[in-house]
């Protein structure tokens, strides 16, 4: 692969996060359109270049453009240079419908490409912080780069986002429809035939330098005449779905620095409750007692200020001092001729 190939696969995989703003009809979604049918033509041209010259080898998945509003075009590649078999051809560009579900979770098909959402603020507007929608839209844009992923969104301003979200932005574009300036109406400007744009190159993306260190604002403008036919003004996006309320389910782990203090405390009780329970045993068989309800050494064993329950000390007296268990009249009852485990000076024989 050439030097310019390189290049022109490294500027089409980059991560670059961009927000256009602006009030509502001052050409937003017209800017966006004709960014998506740039895309459009330049990723086909890129696709069909490496499966066709190249090979796959390093570009594994197709690029794609990815919208959560449909945009299709019939497109010429010779008409941008195409010299290959077919390239006279028409052939129709489309962006794939986004699936906001999919973008969260990281699907495997959303690699490759750029993700281009209108009207963000229905996903991610930080008075509806509870919907999770901005928190996992800020995790997203922290890894955009390892699927060579980028995104481009455009709402009416940028106050309503949370700062963190900003902090993630590498250029923000306003948007003022040319038609209302004075410079408009003095040149018969129609609505929406022209945008005035002012950048601001907040990561230093564009320039090298951030907005914050030079305070420039880079001024352009966009004529959106030929882009107005590509996309539906009127198109609805469908608000049961951007409303949606996403929970975020997270591993729970405890940090405990008291957990080695806890642990003796822990281990200092049971000591003194099985020195407790041995003491005890050792002074039934002193007394010659064979047989004993269990609800009767749970007692004592409370009178001594020790509490434990009757299933915990079952257990304990079965492994620990071979003491079997029965239930004799409805009792549960537990037998002392086979006692092991007793402290040596109250270690008596017991008859069978």
């Known amino acids: 692969m050439n030097k310019l190939e390189y290049q022109l696969l490294r500027k089409a995989r980059r ?11 001052a050409g937003k979604s017209q800017l966006m359109t004709g960014l998506i049918a740039k895309d459009l033509m330049r990723y086909h041209l890129i696709n069909t270049a490496y499966h066709s010259q190249i090979g796959t080898y390093n570009l594994p998945k197709p690029l794609c453009v990815w919208s959560n509003y449909p945009i299709s075009f019939w497109y010429r590649p010779s008409d941008d240079g195409a010299a290959w078999a077919g390239a006279r ?14 973008l969260y979770t990281f699907h495997p098909e959303m690699r490759e490409g750029k993700v281009y959402i209108d009207e963000l603020d229905l996903l991610a507007d930080k ?24 995104m481009t969104a455009a709402l009416q301003s940028e106050s309503w986002l949370n700062p963190r979200f900003l902090f993630h932005i590498d250029v923000v574009v306003g948007c003022r429809d040319a038609a209302v300036t004075a410079w408009g109406q003095t040149n018969s400007v129609d609505d929406g035939d022209m ?10 993306l564009l320039t090298g330098y951030t907005f914050e260190e030079t305070g420039e ?32 389910k997270r591993k729970r782990k405890e940090i405990n620095f008291f957990h080695a203090e806890e642990e003796q405390e822990a281990q200092d009780s049971a000591d003194l409750r099985n020195t407790a329970i041995a003491s005890m045993l050792a002074g039934y068989v002193e ?5 004993l309800k269990i ?11 020790i509490t434990t329950k009757r299933t915990e000390l079952l257990e304990h007296l079965e492994t620990v001092h071979n003491v079997a268990h029965y239930k004799a009249m409805g009792y549960e009852m537990i037998k002392l001729t086979d006692v092991t485990n007793l402290p040596k000076a109250k270690r008596k024989a017991v008859a069978k």
């Open 127 to 150: 008075q509806d912080w509870q919907n999770g929608g901005q928190k996992l839209l800020m995790a997203i844009l922290r890894q955009l780069r390892k699927p060579h992923m980028s």
């Open 295 to 305: 609800s009767s050494m749970v007692l004592d064993l409370k009178n001594k200020g």
């Open 195 to 204: 945008t005035f744009l002012s950048l601001r190159d907040r990561s230093g």
């Open 15 to 25: 991560r670059e996060i961009d927000l256009i703003t602006g009030a509502s009809g």
């Open 287 to 291: 007394q010659g007692e064979t047989k």
């Open 217 to 248: 604002v880079i001024q352009a403008w966009f004529r959106g005449k030929a882009v107005q036919k590509l996309y539906d003004t009127d198109y609805e996006f469908d608000i049961a779905n951007s409303m949606v309320s996403y929970g975020i």
């Open 89 to 102: 051809k028409l052939v129709l560009l489309e962006t794939k419908q986004l699936d906001v579900e999919q």
